[in-house]
Antibody
Framework: QEQLVESGGGVVQPGRSLRLSCAAS????????MHWVRQAPGKGLEWVGV????????WYADSVKGRFTISRDNSKNMLYLEMNSLRAEDTAVYYC???????????????WGQGTMVTVSS | DIQMTQSPSSLSASVGDRVTITCRAS??????LGWFQQKPGKAPRRLIY???NLQSGVPSRFSGSGFGTEFTLTISSLQPEDFATYYC?????????FGQGTKVEVK
């Protein structure tokens, strides 16, 4: 079935880096844009950024711009989030979600991963 | 950036109650809006897409309406499994933005 599985979370010191992965299966990954969304403990959902289906366009939230980079490898059905200069406020569960980016809205944020926890602490 | 103002932030209701949650966009977003349900420790689950279309497999007691700047999620008869937090999301423009969430609690 259509599935997204995140990995790579953990505990990291402030200022360090971490790379998250999101493995897609059960659908044509290369036809979908992909988003990262995060949720700090006890808080609401925050959109982090997006990469288009071909990797040629990316957008980021101001809170992570210049520190986080989204990439993908369509040959491996993999999405990545490279997080640099991590701060305590980046502590959150990170989710990936797909987006067909068509006008119907049918396949927009319809499939999410289970999330991976990132804790930034000394 | 488009701001999504969701209200109320929380509500107390009983099984069988009709529940309405509203999201207001700071500028027009056509119908580029989804509604999501989230339970503790779980990923969000999409309930409604394109403002008013029911996600496959979601009970028909959930419905969405609206266009432009005003949107509503309605649960016609609240069931025990519906106690959760609900979010709207606009995907008309980058950055995409979520509402602040509405926690539906047992009265």
């Amino acid at each position: 079935q259509e599935q997204l599985v995140e990995s790579g979370g953990g505990v990291v010191q402030p200022g360090r880096s971490l790379r998250l992965s999101c493995a897609a299966s059960g659908f044509t990954f290369s036809s979908y844009g992909m988003h990262w969304v995060r949720q700090a403990p006890g808080k609401g959902l925050e959109w982090v950024g997006v990469i288009w289906y071909d990797g040629n366009n990316k957008w980021y939230a101001d809170s992570v711009k210049g520190r986080f980079t989204i990439s993908r490898d369509n040959s491996k059905n993999m999405l990545y989030l490279e997080m640099n200069s991590l701060r305590a406020e980046d502590t959150a569960v990170y989710y990936c979600a797909r987006d067909r980016m068509d006008s119907s809205g049918l396949d927009v944020f319809d499939i999410w991963g289970q999330g991976t926890m990132v804790t930034v602490s000394s | 950036d488009i701001q999504m103002t969701q209200s109320p932030s929380s509500l107390s209701a009983s099984v069988g109650d009709r529940v309405t949650i509203t999201c207001r966009a700071s500028q027009g977003i056509r119908n580029d809006l989804g509604w999501f349900q989230q339970k503790p420790g779980k990923a969000p689950r999409r309930l409604i897409y394109a403002a008013s279309n029911l996600q496959s497999g979601v009970p028909s007691r959930f419905s969405g309406s609206g266009f432009g700047t005003e949107f509503t999620l309605t649960i016609s008869s609240l069931q025990p499994e519906d106690f959760a937090t609900y979010y709207c999301l606009q995907h008309n423009n980058y950055p995409h933005t979520f509402g602040q969430g509405t926690k539906v609690e047992v009265k």
